[in-house]
Nanobody
Framework: QVQLVESGGGLVQPGGSLRLSCAAS????????LGWFRQAPGKERECVTV???????HSGDFVKGRFTISRDNANNTVYLQMKSLRPEDTAVYFC??????????????????WGKGTLITVSS
């Protein structure tokens, strides 16, 4: 079993920055995609950004370079650094893990493990 626990959500003003953390435990992630999905009110879950290794990443079109994923292997933690946040970014953000099946373009059905989610609200 893999456990993923997110932290760092909260209220932030438009244009602001925020950093999410995800503490992972239960197994090694050397063969797994790690990353972040989100779900806005009334919307489907969508991929924010994922990584196979520290040098290969894939992001949703809406990211446009505003979000960066990184990993601290020593602490078994993955991060999502967000800047230039917009009200449209308001959502529950989920840390995810998925077995690599040949592509970094994954949807909700491809995710094997989910965190419980952390809420980000972008508002004045």
């Amino acid at each position: 079993q893999v456990q993923l626990v997110e932290s760092g959500g909260g209220l932030v003003q438009p244009g602001g920055s925020l950093r999410l953390s995800c503490a992972a435990s239960g197994r090694t992630f050397s063969t797994f995609i790690l990353g972040w999905f989100r779900q806005a009110p009334g919307k489907e879950r969508e991929c924010v950004t994922v990584m196979l290794t520290g040098s290969r990443r894939h992001s949703g079109d809406f990211v446009k370079g505003r979000f960066t994923i990184s990993r601290d292997n020593a602490n078994n933690t993955v991060y999502l650094q967000m800047k230039s946040l917009r009200p449209e970014d308001t959502a529950v953000y989920f840390c995810v893990a998925a077995r690599y099946r040949g592509t970094l373009v994954i949807g909700e059905r491809d995710v094997d493990y989910w965190g419980k989610g952390t809420l980000i609200t972008v508002s004045s």
